[in-house]
Protein backbone atom coordinates (compact mmCIF):
# COMPACT_ATOMS: atom_id res chain seq x y z
CA UNK A 1 0.00 0.00 0.00
CA UNK A 2 2.76 2.40 1.19
CA UNK A 3 4.91 1.71 -2.04
CA UNK A 4 1.99 2.54 -4.15
CA UNK A 5 0.34 5.56 -2.37
CA UNK A 6 3.74 7.12 -1.31
CA UNK A 7 6.52 6.87 -3.60
CA UNK A 8 5.59 10.21 -4.81
CA UNK A 9 7.39 11.67 -1.70
CA UNK A 10 10.11 9.29 -1.95
CA UNK A 11 10.69 9.48 -5.87
CA UNK A 12 12.96 12.95 -5.80
CA UNK A 13 15.44 10.83 -4.11
CA UNK A 14 15.52 8.02 -6.16
CA UNK A 15 15.92 9.62 -9.21
CA UNK A 16 18.66 11.29 -7.84
CA UNK A 17 20.12 8.28 -6.63
CA UNK A 18 19.46 6.71 -10.56
CA UNK A 19 20.69 9.78 -12.63
CA UNK A 20 24.12 9.43 -10.13
CA UNK A 21 23.95 5.55 -11.03
CA UNK A 22 23.24 6.25 -14.59
CA UNK A 23 26.53 8.98 -14.87
CA UNK A 24 28.61 6.75 -13.35
CA UNK A 25 27.98 3.63 -15.35
CA UNK A 26 26.23 1.55 -12.56
CA UNK A 27 23.44 -0.72 -14.12
CA UNK A 28 19.71 -1.56 -12.70
CA UNK A 29 21.23 -5.32 -11.75
CA UNK A 30 24.22 -4.22 -10.46
CA UNK A 31 22.04 -2.08 -7.97
CA UNK A 32 19.88 -5.07 -7.36
CA UNK A 33 22.43 -7.30 -6.52
CA UNK A 34 23.64 -4.21 -4.48
CA UNK A 35 20.11 -4.04 -2.54
CA UNK A 36 20.63 -7.87 -1.81
CA UNK A 37 24.27 -8.08 -0.40
CA UNK A 38 22.93 -5.12 1.60
CA UNK A 39 19.90 -6.91 2.79
CA UNK A 40 21.87 -9.80 3.51
CA UNK A 41 24.32 -7.91 5.23
CA UNK A 42 21.90 -6.64 7.50
CA UNK A 43 20.65 -10.35 8.36
CA UNK A 44 24.46 -10.81 9.36
CA UNK A 45 24.38 -8.06 12.24
CA UNK A 46 20.88 -8.57 13.54
CA UNK A 47 22.57 -12.81 13.66
CA UNK A 48 25.57 -10.50 15.75
CA UNK A 49 23.21 -8.63 17.50
CA UNK A 50 24.18 -5.42 15.99
CA UNK A 51 20.60 -4.40 16.35
CA UNK A 52 20.51 -0.88 15.74
CA UNK A 53 23.20 -1.04 12.39
CA UNK A 54 21.07 -4.36 11.16
CA UNK A 55 18.00 -2.47 11.07
CA UNK A 56 19.81 0.71 9.53
CA UNK A 57 21.34 -1.47 6.98
CA UNK A 58 18.91 -3.24 6.30
CA UNK A 59 16.31 0.14 5.08
CA UNK A 60 19.73 1.09 2.86
CA UNK A 61 18.60 -2.07 1.37
CA UNK A 62 15.62 -0.87 0.56
CA UNK A 63 16.34 2.36 -0.47
CA UNK A 64 18.81 0.72 -2.92
CA UNK A 65 16.06 -1.69 -3.89
CA UNK A 66 13.66 1.02 -4.95
CA UNK A 67 16.06 2.97 -7.03
CA UNK A 68 16.80 -0.31 -9.14
CA UNK A 69 13.45 0.07 -10.84
CA UNK A 70 13.50 3.95 -11.41
CA UNK A 71 17.12 3.24 -12.99
CA UNK A 72 16.16 0.77 -15.35
CA UNK A 73 13.19 3.00 -16.65
CA UNK A 74 15.71 5.39 -17.11
CA UNK A 75 18.02 2.92 -19.43
CA UNK A 76 16.90 -0.37 -20.26
CA UNK A 77 14.31 -2.40 -18.13
CA UNK A 78 14.91 -6.26 -19.08
CA UNK A 79 12.89 -9.22 -18.00
CA UNK A 80 15.80 -10.57 -16.18
CA UNK A 81 15.98 -7.61 -13.66
CA UNK A 82 12.60 -8.28 -13.13
CA UNK A 83 13.35 -12.10 -12.13
CA UNK A 84 16.04 -10.86 -9.91
CA UNK A 85 14.26 -8.23 -8.22
CA UNK A 86 11.37 -10.25 -6.70
CA UNK A 87 14.11 -13.27 -6.16
CA UNK A 88 16.12 -11.02 -3.88
CA UNK A 89 13.57 -9.60 -2.11
CA UNK A 90 12.96 -13.22 -1.00
CA UNK A 91 16.82 -13.81 -0.12
CA UNK A 92 16.58 -10.79 2.08
CA UNK A 93 13.37 -11.39 3.98
CA UNK A 94 14.83 -15.12 4.35
CA UNK A 95 17.86 -14.44 5.39
CA UNK A 96 16.45 -11.65 8.10
CA UNK A 97 13.91 -14.42 9.70
CA UNK A 98 16.49 -17.38 9.50
CA UNK A 99 18.78 -14.81 11.52
CA UNK A 100 16.07 -14.11 13.94
CA UNK A 101 15.05 -17.82 14.25
CA UNK A 102 19.00 -18.22 15.19
CA UNK A 103 19.06 -15.76 18.00
CA UNK A 104 15.88 -16.40 19.03
CA UNK A 105 14.62 -20.30 20.18
CA UNK A 106 11.15 -19.57 21.10
CA UNK A 107 10.09 -17.58 18.07
CA UNK A 108 11.57 -20.40 15.72
CA UNK A 109 8.17 -21.74 15.10
CA UNK A 110 6.28 -19.03 14.11
CA UNK A 111 9.05 -17.60 12.22
CA UNK A 112 8.84 -21.10 9.99
CA UNK A 113 5.08 -20.20 9.58
CA UNK A 114 6.19 -16.59 8.38
CA UNK A 115 8.28 -18.07 5.93
CA UNK A 116 5.91 -20.41 4.17
CA UNK A 117 3.50 -18.07 4.30
CA UNK A 118 5.76 -15.42 2.23
CA UNK A 119 6.72 -18.72 -0.19
CA UNK A 120 2.60 -19.07 -0.43
CA UNK A 121 2.25 -15.50 -0.90
CA UNK A 122 4.55 -15.02 -3.75
CA UNK A 123 3.16 -18.10 -5.76
CA UNK A 124 0.28 -15.61 -5.63
CA UNK A 125 1.11 -13.16 -6.75
CA UNK A 126 3.58 -14.19 -9.37
CA UNK A 127 0.32 -16.14 -10.70
CA UNK A 128 -1.34 -13.64 -10.53
CA UNK A 129 0.89 -11.47 -13.07
CA UNK A 130 0.96 -14.17 -15.43
CA UNK A 131 -2.74 -14.36 -15.50
CA UNK A 132 -3.46 -10.74 -15.82
CA UNK A 133 -3.02 -8.53 -18.84
CA UNK A 134 -0.26 -5.88 -18.05
CA UNK A 135 -1.17 -2.60 -17.94
CA UNK A 136 1.50 -0.35 -15.52
CA UNK A 137 4.60 0.51 -15.55
CA UNK A 138 6.17 -2.39 -14.35
CA UNK A 139 7.68 -5.83 -16.23
CA UNK A 140 4.06 -7.58 -15.29
CA UNK A 141 0.76 -6.97 -13.72
CA UNK A 142 1.37 -5.90 -10.16
CA UNK A 143 -2.24 -6.52 -7.88
CA UNK A 144 -1.91 -4.19 -4.99
CA UNK A 145 -2.20 -4.92 -1.54
CA UNK A 146 -1.54 -3.79 2.09
CA UNK A 147 1.28 -5.76 2.42
CA UNK A 148 3.72 -3.94 -0.12
CA UNK A 149 7.54 -3.75 0.30
CA UNK A 150 7.71 -1.09 2.55
CA UNK A 151 5.36 -2.79 5.00
CA UNK A 152 6.95 -6.08 5.02
CA UNK A 153 10.41 -3.48 5.90
CA UNK A 154 8.65 -2.04 8.95
CA UNK A 155 7.89 -5.54 10.11
CA UNK A 156 10.52 -7.02 9.86
CA UNK A 157 11.89 -3.71 11.83
CA UNK A 158 9.66 -4.15 14.33
CA UNK A 159 10.68 -7.60 14.63
CA UNK A 160 14.28 -6.67 14.78
CA UNK A 161 14.04 -3.73 17.41
CA UNK A 162 11.28 -5.11 19.66
CA UNK A 163 12.58 -8.88 19.90
CA UNK A 164 10.72 -9.38 23.25
CA UNK A 165 7.71 -9.23 21.29
CA UNK A 166 8.97 -10.73 18.18
CA UNK A 167 6.56 -14.09 18.26
CA UNK A 168 3.45 -10.82 18.58
CA UNK A 169 5.08 -9.07 15.58
CA UNK A 170 5.49 -12.09 13.54
CA UNK A 171 1.99 -12.92 13.86
CA UNK A 172 1.11 -9.61 13.22
CA UNK A 173 3.50 -9.67 9.57
CA UNK A 174 1.39 -12.81 9.12
CA UNK A 175 -1.80 -11.09 9.07
CA UNK A 176 -0.44 -8.45 7.14
CA UNK A 177 0.38 -11.27 4.34
CA UNK A 178 -2.80 -13.25 4.56
CA UNK A 179 -5.09 -10.19 4.33
CA UNK A 180 -2.99 -9.30 1.43
CA UNK A 181 -3.71 -12.47 -0.47
CA UNK A 182 -7.01 -12.04 0.52
CA UNK A 183 -6.90 -8.68 -1.44
CA UNK A 184 -5.55 -10.02 -4.72
CA UNK A 185 -7.22 -12.55 -4.81
CA UNK A 186 -10.30 -10.39 -5.04
CA UNK A 187 -8.25 -8.32 -7.36
CA UNK A 188 -7.60 -11.18 -9.87
CA UNK A 189 -11.15 -12.29 -9.48
CA UNK A 190 -12.35 -8.76 -10.62
CA UNK A 191 -9.46 -8.38 -13.30
CA UNK A 192 -10.54 -11.48 -15.11
CA UNK A 193 -14.23 -10.53 -15.05
CA UNK A 194 -13.46 -7.21 -16.50
CA UNK A 195 -14.40 -4.90 -13.34
CA UNK A 196 -13.64 -1.65 -14.34
CA UNK A 197 -12.84 -0.78 -10.78
CA UNK A 198 -10.08 -3.31 -10.54
CA UNK A 199 -8.44 -2.59 -14.45
CA UNK A 200 -8.08 1.16 -13.17
CA UNK A 201 -6.50 0.18 -10.37
CA UNK A 202 -4.15 -2.23 -11.53
CA UNK A 203 -3.37 0.55 -14.39
CA UNK A 204 -2.12 2.65 -11.91
CA UNK A 205 0.79 0.98 -10.44
Known sequence: MLDTNARR?????????????????????????????????AAGLVLKEYTIAGFAVLWLSGLIDAADGTLARLTQPSPMGAILDITFDRVVEISMIV???????EARFVLVILA??????????????????????KSF??????????????????????????VFWTWVFIGVIIFTM????????????????????GGKQ
Do not use: W
Open 9 to 41: FVQPLLDAIAHTCKRIGISANALTVAGMLAGVA
Open 141 to 166: HYAPGLGERTEAFICLSLMILDHERL
Open 182 to 201: AQRLRHAYLMLHGSDDAIVS
Open 99 to 105: ALAFRFE
Open 116 to 137: GIIAIAMSLFLSIGAAVANRSV
